[in-house]
């Protein structure tokens, strides 16, 4: 299945929407949670941390979640993926950071998006209706960022608490439902791998959440049935 230019053409005026609002949300949205934080007297990183989740749930996971009702191809979502890792990754070479949310020690940003991107764009390929790429992207940012949030309130730095395991298990398996039982069983393995500290769980939720929808839709189409409740 061959992206069109009619596709292209119907995605320009979205795209462009949708970009000044991660623009929006990245510049003024999220300084404005960092400022917030800071005056409420949690420290610098933390806030820096509360900034990131406003970007993952609003930005990422926002932008992700319309994806099947406004475009009709994924060449535009990669690109502007692309652009984001391409900016945020220059940032870091240059040391100009955006303070309220880049932290000079990691790079996490960047696998963020580049995730997103390579995961919406290689998908669509499979399924044209985006959702396949759609809920491990949501994992990612809806899932990851509820578990950053709760745990950043309870212990007030970033550690992996049990709490924010559950809040992300929650979120996860309610995305998760679009496909049935797979959708669930990907939940719970994508708040497992959240837990582990060796990688970068930008990278080990949307790939560990993927791999289990499309074993499942490939060979175990019966358990990606929307499960009636």
Do not use: C
Request: aromatic share 14%.
């Amino acid at each position: 299945m061959l992206i069109t230019y009619m596709e292209i053409v119907h995605d320009t005026l979205m795209a462009i929407i949708l970009m000044i609002w991660v623009i929006f949300v990245t510049v003024y949205l999220a300084k404005l949670t960092y400022n917030f934080a800071l005056k409420k007297g949690w420290s610098d990183h933390s806030a820096k941390y509360f900034a990131r989740k406003v970007i993952h749930i609003l930005a990422g996971g926002l932008v992700a979640f319309l994806l099947p009702f406004t475009f009709e191809e994924p060449l535009y979502p990669l690109i502007m993926a692309l652009l984001i890792s391409i900016l945020t990754y220059s940032l870091h070479r240059s040391g100009k950071l955006m303070y309220w949310f880049q932290d000079p020690e990691n790079e996490y940003e960047v696998h963020f998006a580049l995730m997103w991107g390579i995961v919406i764009f290689i998908t669509w390929f499979i399924d044209r209706s985006f959702w396949l790429g759609v809920v491990p992207a949501l994992m990612m940012s809806w899932g990851d960022g509820i578990t950053g949030i709760i745990r950043n309130i309870r212990y007030k730095k970033r550690v992996k608490g049990w709490e924010g395991s559950v809040g992300m298990l929650i979120v996860s398996v309610a995305v998760g439902l679009k496909f049935g039982l797979a959708g669930i069983i990907a939940a719970v393995l994508a708040t497992l791998v959240e837990r582990w500290n060796k990688v970068d769980d930008n990278i080990t939720v949307p790939l560990v959440s993927l791999v289990t929808l499309l074993v499942s839709v490939i060979f175990f189409p019966q358990l990606t049935k929307i499960l009636m409740i």
